[in-house]
């Protein structure tokens, strides 16, 4: 990366970097405390890993202005190995993940993101605004109607301050000034410290104590491997949605390099697992952070505020973040899909729906984004196959059919390509025409192949003509009747 450019993400947008992470840390608190207790573990490891892996981020990530820390999607996955082999394990498995996420970025695996359709994106979005929002509704319900005000009052500053001054970030106003409210009130309302004892130390370095045998790669690793896989899909397709929101580009393979070397940091000091955490992400962009530094300054100030501050920490009423998350939920909401459900094609309608639905319906976003994957794949595979059509002439002498092929030929279109040849007719030759047509695939070949034969078996001459460069080398490699049109000159 060039220097100038990379010292340029550091410190072109000092101001609202700084003001930006300040929010994002406040906001983090809850959520790693939350986010803890999903994985079976102390809130400090949380805390810890949010702190780590922030920080880390923001010097070798490929995303600036991401917040990358603990998170739901990764949590989910960890409390069976915290329960059945102890939290040391999971340091093992965190580092483990770390490493395989490198590998990934050194292998280029985030090219994969090209693959992800537009449909699949825009329901991850949604999808992920109802979990943000559905993730704050027990604190919304059963609760004390001081709380319903005081949150009210935080969307309102949230959303009204701006037109007054854009210099100081709204969320961060509002925190401070519920904050104030619920102290000189003296409020009854669940505050952060409510959540779990915070850390009183700062994080030391250790490696994790278990043995270093076989046994454990054998209890770790499939753990790490899913960690890894879901992190990095939820870092990549937060990535996307960063880049379109700022309107920059970022490089997906040292994001993946930078999310593993984050955990491995991140392991190192009593840390779970982590990714990007889109909600945050938001928060910070909305909130001005443009920049590496906004990343650092969440990461530090979290740390800062645990440990330092821990004290005005504990007293931040959860209605504020509370507000702040419901603002993140309605901003990251793509609200114009809903109007284009009815414009856009049915299946990526359909693609969009499915991805929402199987990612709420499982709390899980890599299952809905695979089946939303799944079936772009199926439609777009059908849309292809649908473009699809052979078209015969005869000879006047009616003894020679020549078939024309338009189009690609691969597991879709297969069938509609053996089914086009007519093999009752009574010919002496037929010529294949594939000057429009392309073998994508070994099915493909195979449907050449059932062709040429079931002719040859009637006592046909079959003479395939016209193939492309990259088709010719599929019929090569794989067709069976090239190798039959071998023997016969060699019989002769």
Aim: glycine share 8%; proline share 3%.
């Amino acid at each position: 990366m060039n220097l100038v450019h990379y010292k340029r993400e550091w410190f072109h947008n000092v101001r609202g970097d700084v003001l930006s992470g300040i929010v994002v840390a406040l906001a983090l608190i809850p959520e790693a405390i939350g986010f803890s207790v999903i994985a079976g573990v102390d809130p400090k490891v949380g805390l810890f890993a949010s702190f780590a892996i922030a920080c880390v981020s923001a010097f070798v990530g490929g995303r600036p202005a991401m917040i990358s820390a603990a998170t739901a999607a990764t949590a989910v996955l960890m409390g069976s190995l915290v329960r059945e082999h102890g939290v040391e394990y999971l340091f093992a498995a965190t580092l483990l993940m770390g490493v395989i996420q490198i590998c990934a970025g050194i292998l280029k695996l985030g090219r994969v993101m090209r693959f992800v359709s537009r449909s699949v994106i825009t329901g991850f979005v949604n999808a992920l605004a109802i979990l943000i929002f559905m993730a704050q509704l027990p604190e919304l319900i059963g609760v004390a109607n001081a709380t319903y005000l005081m949150v009210a009052g935080g969307l309102a500053i949230i959303y009204l301050f701006p037109y007054v001054t854009k210099a100081i970030p709204s969320p961060l106003v509002a925190i401070v000034v519920l904050t104030l409210i619920a102290v000189f009130t003296g409020m009854d309302i669940r505050a952060v410290g409510d959540l779990g004892e915070l850390p009183s130390s700062f994080p030391i370095f250790a490696l994790p104590q278990v043995p270093f045998s076989w046994e454990t790669l054998q209890i770790i690793f499939p753990y790490s491997v899913g960690l890894a896989a879901v992190g990095l899909l939820e870092s990549l397709m937060t990535a996307q949605i960063v880049d379109d929101m700022t309107d920059t580009a970022s490089s997906k393979s040292q994001e993946c390099i930078g999310q593993g070397t984050a955990n491995i940091a991140s392991g190192m000091i009593g840390g779970m697992g982590g990714c990007a955490m889109i909600g945050q992400s938001v928060i910070n962009v909305t909130s001005g952070g443009r920049g590496r530094l906004s990343t650092f300054i969440a990461g530090a100030f979290l740390l800062f505020l645990i440990v330092v501050l821990d004290d005005i920490v504990r007293i931040i009423p959860m209605a504020a973040l509370v507000a702040v998350m419901i603002m993140v939920s309605i901003g990251t909401f793509s609200w114009r899909s809903i109007l284009e459900l009815k414009s856009n094609p049915r299946t990526s309608s359909f693609v969009m729906l499915a991805t929402v639905a199987v990612t709420v319906g499982t709390h899980d976003l890599s299952k809905g984004v695979l089946v939303g994957v799944l079936l772009s794949g199926v439609f777009f595979a059908s849309k292809v196959a649908r473009l699809f059509h052979v078209r015969s002439t005869l000879t006047d002498d009616g003894k020679t059919r020549t078939y024309h092929v338009d189009g690609a030929v691969f597991f879709a279109s297969a069938e509609t390509f053996i089914m086009a040849f007519d093999f009752i007719e009574p010919l002496k030759k037929v010529v294949i025409d594939v000057h429009e047509a392309h073998f994508w695939d070994i099915t493909a070949v195979g449907a050449l192949d059932k062709v040429v034969l079931k002719y040859r078996h009637h006592n046909v001459e079959v003479e395939v003509i016209g193939a492309n460069e990259a088709s010719s080398h599929m019929l090569d490699r794989f067709a069976v009747h090239t190798d039959e049109n071998a023997k016969m000159a060699s019989a002769h």
